[in-house]
């Protein structure tokens, strides 16, 4: 059974700063792994989607990272905005399903 | 309107109510979900369809009835729940593979009394 995991929990940083979130995974064999962000209240907006045979995605300020052998990925966000505060998840897409982590707050302080 | 849309927003039932949650979607997706996100929890798939035919239950309660009359449709009916049912509940849309990204709605905030 897929398991994933995000590390940190939460997250407080001052605006300007990069950042990295973590996603890791317990079976490697994923067709793709795919990072959210969601808003208090609100659903969940796809940020990235990296294929398993990829190794990286970005889009902005975004780059996610896919290590699919060690079970690993990162979120990495450069110059972190107080617009960027929100939870993020990561899931992956094994067998016939997605399977979520817990997700990482990140709240970014003016 | 564009993208997946839910309603009600917010919905407050006893345990003995019936009712149910739409949603729509507006992005000529053939895959339609019904997800459950609990406090502390990961999401949980609830249900998948695709091409209108539900291909996946996962282990869901019968108080809880999806529906799926076209592709751009999805109804859940729920009936005689459990104050453990509160949660967020989220629609999500996609063409059918495992490449296409998923597009949610902003779900529906059910509180069981």
């Known amino acids: 059974k897929q398991e994933v995991t995000q590390i940190p929990a939460a997250l407080s940083v001052p605006e300007g700063e990069n950042l990295v979130l973590n996603c890791s995974f317990t079976d490697s064999a994923i067709y793709n792994l795919q990072w959210f962000r969601q808003d208090p209240g609100k659903g969940l907006t796809s940020l990235l989607l990296?294929?398993?045979?990829?190794r990286e995605q970005t889009s902005g300020r975004l780059n996610a990272s896919l290590d699919k052998s060690s079970g690993r990925s990162t979120l990495y966000i450069a110059a972190s905005q107080p617009g960027d505060s929100a939870t993020y998840l990561c899931?992956?897409?094994?067998?016939?399903?997605?399977?979520f982590g817990e997700g990482t707050q990140l709240t970014v302080n003016p | 309107e564009t993208g997946v849309t839910q309603t009600p927003r917010h919905l407050v039932m006893g345990m003995t109510n019936k009712k149910s949650l739409k949603c729509e979607q507006h992005?000529?997706?053939?895959?339609m979900y019904w997800y459950k996100q609990s406090a502390k929890k990961p999401l949980e798939l609830m249900f998948v369809y695709s091409l209108e035919e539900r291909v996946e239950n996962n282990s869901v309660p019968s108080r809880f009835s999806p529906e799926c009359p076209n592709s751009s449709h999805l109804f859940l009916h729920l009936h005689t729940l459990q104050p453990e049912d509160s949660a967020l509940y989220l629609c999500?849309?996609?063409?059918?593979?495992?490449?296409?990204?998923?597009?949610f709605g902003n779900g529906t905030r059910l509180t069981v009394t």
């Open positions: 899931a992956v897409y094994s067998g016939s399903r997605l399977t």
């Open positions: 990296i294929q398993s045979s990829q």
């Open positions: 992005l000529g997706h053939n895959a």
């Open positions: 999500a849309s996609s063409q059918v593979g495992y490449n296409s990204p998923l597009h």
